[in-house]
């Protein structure tokens, strides 16, 4: 590195401004970021988003990227839409890829098998059968059906707390079957 990168790179690291953005991506895990040297700080500091895992939070992150374009992207990768380049999250969101360039370093595409042990199959339980619910280890299946016909006499589970408490969960299996479900 030459002298002037050096000097450069040391009065980035003194700069003021620059150690405040720094100490706030550090407090504040929900910092939304605003330009160029916020995501240049955070990659330094080693943020990602994994863009197949991310919540609504993580992509509220990123700068133009809306609660409704968040929502949108988690109920897709929900469903078991796989994003693997910039191009497809582009796509989903019915953009320019032009406007994805800014942050796209921060983001890891990562592929996941979805037959794969180590990740679980996430099924809704207000549109999943008996059966499928029923492919759940540790739902036994006379429990899987049970959920089907409580969901069809009362109507949909709002979250996890509605499915414990009306079907009277233990809160043992509850805290299992947090890594199955979705809603």
Request: include cysteine; glycine fraction near 4%.
């Amino acid at each position: 590195m030459t002298d002037n990168g050096v000097f450069k790179r040391l009065s980035q690291t003194l700069n003021p401004n620059r150690r405040a953005i720094r100490n706030r991506l550090l407090s504040n895990p929900y910092y939304r970021l605003r330009s160029r040297d916020e995501i240049e700080i955070a990659l330094e500091l080693g943020l990602t988003i994994d863009v197949n895992r991310a919540s609504v939070d993580d992509w509220l992150r990123l700068p133009g990227i809306s609660i409704h374009q968040a929502r949108s992207l988690v109920d897709l990768a929900g469903m078991g839409v796989q994003f693997l380049c910039p191009e497809d999250l582009a796509a989903a969101l019915s953009i320019p890829i032009g406007r994805l360039h800014t942050f796209v370093p921060l983001l890891d595409f990562c592929y996941y098998d979805s037959d794969s042990l180590a990740l679980p199959q996430r099924l809704n339980p207000n549109t999943a059968t008996a059966e499928q619910l029923g492919q759940i280890p540790i739902l036994p299946p006379p429990l899987a059906r049970h959920l089907v016909k409580n969901r069809s006499q009362y109507g949909a589970y709002r979250n996890l707390a509605d499915l414990q408490k009306r079907l009277a969960l233990n809160p043992h299996l509850t805290e299992q079957l947090m890594n199955y479900l979705r809603w």
